[in-house]
């Protein structure tokens, strides 16, 4: 275990570093505070480091924030096996940070694929997880057609990005000869303030024979300052793309995998906080419609203005507001 200040660009106060032993091998988690257990999860292509506005925040509320490194990134293991980038096995790491943690029960909170993590592990163990925050991704119930045949209906002409990430080493062949540049180009993409205009092509398809990088915006959004970038491409550079890639390659494994929950809702209670510019939730609006039917136990549902896909980061004060209040007035 190590403790060291927090990296430049974040707010001030100690991080604890730990790894612990989970089903992945290893999970390396960073923590502020004490008191009630909130398990915070990023997604791709990211990092704990996500999480770096909301851990003092939630630590100042009196809880005790964890982010992890999802297997496949930072200094979490990173097994070989495609398959072992499953749902089932990175909700197993979720319940094993809780246990390693010395707690019995926690609160889930999770962003991009992290929401689809978080959600599942509701879903699935609700008996360890009392309650759940999604970000940015709506919630929809396990179901309907065979993911890979789905995606790869999508785009016409073009080819749509999770259908150009199933491939394994393809994208890694665009991204890791130029980690810094790939990395400021999806996150400028996708952020409010420097995204393509409505006109521009859109960044989530490829031209057939072509690459992501083509769509992404020479920019450099709001958030996003010289020491951030330098965390996210330090770690990538380090590890490399695959690990994070293949959890798009397990989409069909996790439809076979959980067919017994098709179509069942989360009944925890539950949060929604989306950015009202991303196109997760423009195209998933009728998930979101849908949430009296598939979050029952559903607090609040928010969609924040002028906000683009990376919303803790973006919006860091709006996000730490709502999700503490949120924590605040759940019962236990």
Avoid: K
């Avoid at 106060?13 to 398990?39: I, W």
């Avoid at 920019?219 to 990538?236: K, N, S």
Wanted: glycine share 10%; with cysteine.
């Amino acid at each position: 275990m190590e403790t060291n200040a927090q990296p430049t660009g974040a707010q001030p106060g100690p991080f604890v570093h730990r790894t612990v032993a989970t089903p992945a091998g290893r999970t390396h988690l960073v923590e502020q505070g004490t008191g009630p257990l909130v398990l915070l999860v990023h997604g791709f292509p990211e990092s704990w480091y996500s999480w770096r506005h909301q851990l003092p925040a939630l630590a100042a509320a009196g809880y005790r924030a964890v982010a992890v490194d999802v297997r496949g990134y930072g200094r979490s293991s990173r097994p070989a096996d495609p398959a072992a980038y499953r749902m089932t096995e990175l909700v197993a790491d979720c319940v094993a940070v809780v246990h390693a943690l010395g707690e019995r029960v926690a609160v889930v909170v999770g962003h991009d694929w992290g929401s689809r993590i978080a959600a599942d592990a509701a879903l699935t163990r609700p008996d360890v997880f009392r309650a759940v925050a999604l970000l940015s991704v709506p919630y929809e119930p396990h179901g309907g057609p065979r993911p890979s045949e789905m995606f790869a209906r999508m785009g016409g002409d073009d080819e749509f990005y999770v259908s150009y990430f199933q491939q394994p080493g393809r994208a890694e062949s665009e991204i890791e000869p130029d980690v810094r540049g790939w990395l400021g180009g999806i996150y400028a993409a996708l952020s409010a303030d420097t995204m393509p205009g409505p006109d521009a092509r859109d960044p989530h398809f490829i031209s057939r024979g072509g690459t992501m990088r083509e769509r992404f915006p020479d920019a450099r959004p709001a958030w996003l300052t010289e020491a951030d970038l330098d965390f996210y491409v330090g770690e990538f550079e380090r590890t490399g793309l695959t690990g994070a890639l293949n959890r798009y390659r397990n989409m069909d494994r996790d439809w076979e995998d959980l067919a017994e929950y098709d179509g069942a809702p989360i009944v925890q209670p539950s949060l929604f906080l989306g950015g009202a510019l991303d196109a997760s939730t423009t195209w998933l609006s009728d998930a979101i419609a849908a949430y009296p039917r598939t979050l029952p136990g559903l607090v609040a549902s928010h969609l924040l203005d002028d906000s683009g896909h990376w919303l803790q980061q973006e919006r860091p004060a709006e996000v730490n507001h709502l999700l503490t209040a949120w924590l605040a007035g759940l019962p236990g």
